[in-house]
């Protein structure tokens, strides 16, 4: 059922932002790519065949506008060398024998912390201190659930040995710093 597009905001506006924030992490874009989701939702709007909900319909519209933003910032933002290595990252990390350093018998129910808001919070800060480059691609990869072709093209990478190399110091990165703001409280 087609609702009449002056409600929209009213309808959407919340959804939409919220699902444009938790990507992008920044409030300005998010409202920006909600406002070109309408624009673009109603210039599509009487091709609009109803196989999904008006909802749905738009966050693929915005799903879309999201993409694209990330597509040119990822090709406009030069690589990080400074970032630190894949192998500091692992010596920090791990000792001789390949064991974790942590013991992460400590982190002893990790379904419990998936369920709580705070966890999910935490997630999201540790996110937001990656670098721009990574946190994008955890957005692809995690949230989005882009694959690795399709990954690569998104953020120019030449072959997915590079995607599996910042794959991987991105999860250690997150694992890090979920090691000290979540699981070192708990």
């Excluded at 790519?33 to 109603?42: I, N, P």
């Excluded at 970032?83 to 379904?111: A, C, M, T, Y």
């Excluded at 480059?133 to 659930?145: P, S």
């Amino acid at each position: 059922m087609r609702s009449d597009p002056c409600n929209w905001p009213d309808l959407y506006g919340d959804a939409l932002y919220r699902h444009a924030y938790f990507r992008l992490r920044d409030e300005m874009l998010a409202e920006e790519l909600v406002q070109e989701t309408f624009l673009a939702a109603l210039k599509a709007h009487e091709r609009f065949a109803g196989n999904s909900a008006e909802k749905t319909w738009m966050i693929g519209i915005l799903k879309h506008k999201i993409v694209d933003y990330l597509r040119k910032a990822v090709r406009e933002q030069p690589y990080d060398e400074s970032l630190q290595s894949l192998d500091e990252i692992q010596n920090e990390s791990f000792d001789g024998k390949g064991h974790w350093k942590i013991d992460v018998n400590r982190w002893n129910n990790p379904d419990a912390s998936l369920e709580q808001q705070q966890f999910w919070q935490t997630l999201q800060d540790c996110v937001a201190r990656l670098p721009k480059r990574m946190a994008t691609l955890f957005i692809l990869r995690e949230i989005d659930g882009l694959d690795s072709d399709t990954i690569c093209k998104e953020m120019d990478l030449s072959s997915t040995n590079n995607l599996w190399t910042m794959l991987s110091r991105m999860r250690m990165r997150l694992r890090q710093c979920l090691e000290q703001q979540w699981f070192g409280k708990i």
